[in-house]
C-alpha cells in the first residue's frame, strides 16, 4: 500500500499542473502532493494569476487546518470531500496565522486569489471536476 501511495505522489509531481473544472468555470491549478510542497504551498509570493491556483492533494480524508504564514497574497481556500464536492470556502489573509479549518473530512484544498469563488458563484455543494482522486 505504502508503494501505491508514493507512485501516485510521484505521479502527481510529474503533473505539475491540471485544469479543473468547478461549477462549469475553468481553473489552472499547481499540484502539491508531497509534504515539502504541501508545507511551503503559496508560501513568498507576490501574485498569482487570474484563474489559478494551488490543489493540495492528500493521501487520506481528515479534518484539514490552513495557515498563511510567509504567504503575501490575500487567499480564497476551499475543502474538497472524497466525492469532490466543495465542503467550504473561506477568505484568509496574509501572514495571518490563524487556522483556517475545514468544516468536515477533507481529502483536498485549493487555494485561489481571494474571492475567486464567489467572484464565479461557487459554493460550497459544487462539484470539483479533474481531481485524481
Request: proline share 6%; charged share 30%; aromatic share 8%.
Amino acid at each position: 500500500m505504502k508503494l501505491l501511495f508514493e507512485n501516485w505522489r510521484q505521479y502527481l509531481k510529474e503533473q505539475g499542473v491540471l485544469r479543473l473544472n468547478i461549477a462549469g468555470t475553468p481553473l489552472r491549478v499547481e499540484i502539491a502532493s508531497d509534504e515539502e510542497d504541501i508545507s511551503k504551498g503559496l508560501m513568498h509570493r507576490d501574485e498569482l494569476d487570474a484563474n489559478s491556483g494551488m490543489l493540495f492533494m492528500f493521501p487520506d480524508s481528515a479534518e484539514r487546518s490552513f495557515w498563511m504564514k510567509n504567504t503575501n497574497i490575500p487567499l480564497s481556500i476551499a475543502y474538497i470531500d472524497d466525492a469532490g464536492e466543495i465542503l467550504n470556502i473561506e477568505d484568509m489573509e496574509p501572514h495571518d496565522l490563524s487556522g483556517i479549518p475545514s468544516r468536515g473530512p477533507a481529502r483536498c484544498a485549493i487555494e485561489t486569489n481571494r474571492g475567486w469563488f464567489k467572484d464565479n458563484g461557487i459554493r460550497p455543494g459544487d462539484a470539483v471536476e479533474g481531481i485524481p482522486l
